[in-house]
């Protein structure tokens, strides 16, 4: 009597278990692959701002070296 209860039992859960795991799998691949590529377009983006700031800094240090440097060249005239 034990074995015919324990496999009254475990065909529900086995079908149970494969169902749960067959609606779970294709269902989310979607949301799943969806949010992947929106991290990804975000981390693009952020990529190509990083880089936009960095030539932006660049060039404003570049533009201050050569203020600092004329302005040096002018004293040094003045002072020879």
């Known amino acids: ?36 590529q929106k991290i990804d377009e975000a981390a693009e983006q952020a990529s190509e701002e ?5 030539s932006s800094m660049s060039q404003a240090v570049e533009s201050a070296g050569d203020k600092i440097e004329a302005l040096g060249d002018e004293v040094e005239s003045k002072t020879d």
């Not at 015919?4 to 979607?30: E, F």
């Open 1 to 36: 009597m034990k074995t015919n209860t324990k496999r009254t039992l475990l065909v529900p859960a086995a079908t149970l278990l494969a169902l749960s795991l067959t609606a779970c799998g294709d269902s989310d691949d979607g949301t799943a692959e969806q949010m992947g």
């Open 50 to 54: 990083m880089q936009e700031a960095k």
